[in-house]
């Protein structure tokens, strides 16, 4: 059952799942330890300055006001698409989740060069809130359409209202949706920074950047990682406490027919205008900005392809790499925290996630010390960057299998064995189909999030190494924007099969 302790059939997982939370928490203590360096009083000294309390105050108006947002507006966005009779339905679900194809600092860069006035908090909230909230749409609509219409059905024919049904049935199995889309944006806004460069808002991460870029030898950066780290955990004990432990899997898949979908009448051309609204400022603004950028690039003389293929072929092998190595590095404890949820399997799960709210520099730079120190083979090789990539986009993982596997009941696993399937066995022929959605849709998030990765690419890439999001800021930051047009539009090229994959098996047509 899946609260019963770990027995000795599992101490594998436990050890795989361990080794995983080692190799992740490993950069933390380097941050630490470097933060620590600088002695009790010089540490209160620091982070008693006003400037500390300002960087805490604008990262944290970022986060109360854009992660509201996103909830809002992924879970009606999700709702309007499933339970209500919206005109074409499927063309919105592409739509609404098309913004994953998008990077949010290449989303910024068209903000930017449309309205260069949008900047602080709005420009900010604007640009993070159209970027992440597909986090929030996916899962949600992913669960409206899977779940079980008859509890509603039940709660109605007890007399509540529809608005009283589905808050008392389908509000409280939605929490896991809710809950770790909301974890995920808030994690990534702690480690943004492409995007708050651009929109020129100052949070720990940009602090932590400039910190870094006066002197590496500095703890004062590494005294900011720890105020970041210890919003962190904020961050994943309040999931825990929102999450709860309801149970949201079923022997079965219930009732094999859609939930009734709600007439629109009068509502549907205001709908319909607010759907169009959000994917104009979502999609058609930053493709849009980027195809015109591209074409006064295309129309320079000395334009070349030869160096974009390069970096293209790089990106996608490094994207690849660090997908797959995060599904496998994720399983173990994804596995633990759901089918025993003991302290120490919710220990090893919560520990994986400390790293991701870290800047990619942060990481980036421990890795850089844990190698040249004790791992010097390693050191400027990709098996080092493909590392960073899987602490810092573990996350995504997670909350993927996770879901996964709490749709694949216990029960059925246990079936297995009882007719003879041992161990490996099992996953493969049992759970695995079961939680394959979930297993493609953690793959697709950190391969998109990994070929847009900055700052760990900058520090930990071979010698000779360009990416494409490399190549797109080291253009931007020269202000050379039609230069830096290529490479946004071949991200974001790359980007569209891996989202129409994600729409295809997370939110399939009936």
Known sequence: MARRGIGAGTRGVVAAATAVTALTVLPLLVVLADASSAGLAEAADFLLRPRVGELLGSTGALVAVTVPATLVLGTLAAWVVERTALPWPGLWRTLLLAPLAVPAFVSAYAWVTVAPWLDGLAGA???TTLAYYPFVF???AALLRALDPSDEEVARSLGLSPAAAVVRTVLPRLLPALTGGALLVTLHLLAEYGVLEMMRFQTFTTAIMQRYAVGFADSTGSLLASV?????????TLEVVARGRRRVARVGSGAQRPAPRAALGAWTVPVLAGLVAVVALALVVPVGTVGRWLLRALAEPDASSAGLVQVTVATIGLALLGGLAAIVAALPGAWLVNRYRTTLAVLLERATYLASALPGVVVGLALVTIAVDWARPVYQTTWLTVLAYAILFLPRAMVS???????????LSESARSLGLRGPATLVRVVLPLMAPSVLTGFVLVTLAVSTELTATLLLAPTGTDTLALAFWRETSELDYAAAAPYAAVMIALSVPLTLLLRRHVLEER
């Open 125 to 127: 909230a604007l640009v």
């Open 138 to 140: 996916l899962p949600v």
């Open 228 to 236: 970041l780290l210890t919003l962190c955990l904020l961050a994943l």
């Open 401 to 411: 299998l996770r879901a996964g596997l709490a749709a694949a009941p216990p029960e």
